[in-house]
């Protein structure tokens, strides 16, 4: 982000035309004037106050920050003028600098200087780089080092063609992550960029690696639109979840990929569902009974336009709820109807067998096996019903 330049807060008894500081236009004046210096080092600086004052320097005192320095910092260089000298200076405690201030015997402030205390930036690191929908290039990056300069420090996004064009600067910083800055003019598709950031402070520069990308490789899109969890009929431990391709490139995810995660309602741990594919819809199984989950989907736009990088994952979609049916076990009480006849027992027995090689052998959205069970239960469902014939021919 654009370094903002600040300023040190220090007032003045008199104030005259600007211009370069004299006793001529001031009551009094400190040398040197704004210092910017690295942590660790010393500094001595002046308090020179006009002679038709009448004050002796003896009887002035500085404080740093509001807090009175030592007396046996000070140095009496001559009757209007007062030295003090300060060791192994710490860090500024805030980017506008810290305030060094000299007053008369009474307290009254009569000159004034920041004193900039910091580092020379570091590299840049961890310069990364997407693109929405292909309409943007936006860009972050982490302070070098520990992170902190302590002084006001700029950071500036470069960029340019790899193999024509010239060097651009990057100027929209207003995104809300920091340390970022989005492209949004002028962008080329199927041409390398070259992207780095430069830091510079008052104490020095210094320049991130230089990455080469697509602005193909590098695509995230808008999360799936129109998500929608429905119950599969009665199946009491399957939800059926169904979206729509992120409008913006619809056309072109030919090859998209997509996940899916759940949760319990009370719960917060999601479990991720990585082979979706490039379907838009999926079963999950597996599933409570009589239970609340809600559900997200994400898209990863791979291949589009016939890139070959991986591809970046978009944001979850927002979530949406669905219950899975009661059990009827839990319906009905602990008695069975003697009109579900052991026949019922025995499908449903059956269906708990054929459930658990499923979680087991095939869990999650296998269009494979969905549909085996789709045909197995209709092949139970015919032979249950021709028992139930049998059964009725041999009472009548």
């Given at each position: 982000m654009k370094g903002v330049l600040d300023f040190c807060l220090v007032f003045f008894m008199l104030t005259h035309s600007p211009g370069a500081l004299s006793l001529s236009t001031h009551v009094a004046i400190i040398y040197p004037q704004d210092p910017v210096l690295h942590m660790g080092s010393n500094l001595t600086a002046s308090c020179w106050v006009h002679p038709d004052l009448g004050i002796h320097a003896s009887s002035l005192f500085w404080t740093l920050n509001g807090q009175q320095l030592p007396n046996s910092h000070y140095r009496v260089l001559s009757p209007t003028n007062l030295s003090v000298t300060l060791v192994g200076l710490n860090a500024s405690k805030q980017t506008s600098g810290d305030n060094l201030v000299c007053h008369n015997h009474k307290g009254h402030i009569l000159a004034g200087s920041c004193l900039y205390v910091g580092m020379p930036p570091e590299k840049p690191v961890n310069l990364t780089c997407w693109s929405r929908n292909t309409k943007d290039l936006t860009c972050s990056w982490a302070p070098g080092g520990k992170g902190e300069t302590n002084i006001s420090t700029q950071y500036t996004l470069k960029y340019k063609l790899r193999w024509y064009g010239k060097e651009k600067e990057c100027e929209d910083y207003t995104h809300t992550q920091p340390y970022s800055c989005s492209i949004t003019r002028d962008l080329h598709l199927f041409t390398p960029y070259e992207i780095w950031v430069e830091a510079t402070n008052q104490l020095g520069r210094a320049t991130s690696d230089v990455i080469t990308l697509d602005i193909l490789d590098v695509v995230t899109t808008d999360p799936p639109s129109g998500v929608t969890v429905s119950r599969v009929g009665q199946l009491e431990d399957q939800l059926s979840v169904r979206w729509e391709a992120p409008p913006a490139l619809k056309d072109f995810l030919f090859q998209a990929k997509y996940q899916i995660r759940y949760r319990l309602e009370e719960s917060q741990e999601w479990k991720v569902m990585d082979d979706v594919g490039n379907q838009t819809s999926c079963r999950l199984a597996g599933l409570r009974p009589g239970t609340v989950y809600f559900v997200q989907v994400r898209c990863n736009p791979v291949g589009i336009y016939?890139?070959?990088?991986?591809?970046?994952?978009?944001?979850?979609?927002?979530?949406?709820?669905?219950?899975?049916?009661?059990?009827?076990?839990?319906?009905?009480?602990?008695?069975?109807?003697?009109?579900?006849?052991?026949?019922?027992?025995?499908?449903?027995?059956?269906?708990?067998?054929?459930?658990?090689?499923?979680?087991?052998?095939?869990?999650?959205?296998?269009?494979?096996?969905?549909?085996?069970?789709?045909?197995?239960?209709?092949?139970?469902?015919?032979?249950?019903?021709?028992?139930?014939?049998?059964?009725?021919?041999?009472?009548?």
């Open positions: 016939g890139s070959r990088k991986a591809g970046i994952w978009s944001e979850w979609s927002h979530p949406t709820a669905a219950s899975t049916p009661h059990s009827e076990r839990f319906m009905s009480g602990s008695c069975d109807s003697k009109s579900s006849g052991d026949s019922n027992s025995t499908l449903r027995r059956e269906l708990k067998q054929f459930f658990g090689w499923v979680r087991k052998h095939a869990y999650g959205c296998s269009s494979m096996s969905m549909k085996l069970y789709d045909q197995w239960r209709v092949l139970m469902q015919k032979s249950h019903k021709a028992r139930n014939q049998v059964l009725q021919g041999d009472k009548s």
